[in-house]
């Protein structure tokens, strides 16, 4: 009466990447061993290597289940869709060892030299951007690339000084914040307050509550 | 014939200093162990005791002297002020081991849960945000202390992604692109063209050539 051994793959990996999102939190990339990893989650070398190859693998895994945790929960499009990923991310954040491993990982000296950890995120802001812009929603000469590269490290930035200054308590509110400096500098000239950036959408969201 | 006692104090002071900054950048502030400070000075640690206190002291005063580095390298006013200190910064950087540290210092997860290595910048950033304030050069409704928490999280999130993607060459035309987005939304509408944040002008001011 095992469980199909599809579903138990499933599991298996599903159980490293926690692990692995929890060890990477608490002790940084470099310092989290592959034991300390193997241990949490009550597995083998043999499951890690199978299912991503070495550590690296395991943490790109990572850095790309980030998305999938936000993006089913939007509805929203543009502009505000590109909101709305910062706002569920700041609300979840702070709960969500996943998506703290994922900004553990790109703090990291050692791994990921290609800036993989920012590559992700930066072609999701700028599908977003680009889509914006053929809605006209973009101030003229706002470069979609450029902004997407922005946008990126501005959140990282942010999410530092929250971390350092309250333990992240106030994430929301800089996100807020953020967009208040950076929305009528993106946005076309007289629509900035069209998009809603406020704690209190974030928190919606964050609940699931699906929002246009 | 020894030097005057006060001038060897100088000396030992800004050894230290050095010497620590360099550590912090080599191995992050948790794993620069005062040995290896004390070493690369050549002191003891009674000079290290004297002057800072502690290795937490020792780190401080190399923040706070990140922006006597920069400051005396400038005299514009208001905008230009706030965006001329990112551009010296961001030229400087990758040669300089004193700021490279004070971003290693804002880095790290066990240090400074006060915010400490945000807070000198922040306020910083403040004064001439304030100024230009009062010059009349910011848009309407926007709050000059927000905008500081934003500007000094947003430079340290540039940079992380710029020294993840190639090391930070990238740096200073990131931080152009940082004020292509952030300019129009802070200057008063109309006026963001007044500005210039080119990478042309920060390799004149970092070389030390005064620009109003």
Chains 1, 2 share one sequence.
């Not at 592959?34 to 499951?47: E, M, P, S």
């Not at 999938?68 to 700041?90: F, K, M, N, Y």
């Not at 006209?136 to 922005?150: K, S």
Request: hydrophobic share 45%; aromatic share 6%.
């Amino acid at each position: 009466m095992g469980q199909p051994k599809q579903e138990r793959a499933v599991q298996t990996r599903l159980a490293l990447m926690r692990a692995a999102a929890e060890v990477f939190d608490e002790h940084g990339y470099a310092g989290a061993g592959i034991n300390k990893i193997l241990k949490r989650a009550g597995l083998t070398a043999g499951a890690l290597y199978f299912h991503f190859g070495s550590k690296e693998g395991l943490a790109e895994a990572i850095m790309n289940a980030q998305q999938d945790a936000i993006e089913p929960l939007l509805e929203s499009q543009g502009l505000q869709r590109l909101v709305d990923i910062t706002l569920v991310w700041s609300h979840r954040l702070p709960a969500d060892p996943l998506l703290r491993a994922g900004v553990e990982l790109s703090l990291g000296h050692e791994a990921f030299a290609d800036g993989t950890p920012f590559e992700s995120w930066r072609e999701l802001m700028a599908v977003y951007l680009r889509e914006a812009h053929e809605l006209g929603q973009l101030r003229e000469g706002v470069d979609p690339e450029a902004a997407a590269r922005f946008v990126v490290g501005a959140c990282t930035g942010v999410q530092l000084y929250a971390r350092q200054v309250d333990g992240r308590q106030s994430l929301p509110r800089r996100v807020e914040e953020m967009w208040d400096c950076l929305l009528p500098g993106i946005a076309a000239p007289g629509t900035a307050h069209e998009y809603d950036a406020g704690v209190a959408r974030g928190e919606r969201l964050a609940r699931g509550q699906v929002a246009a």
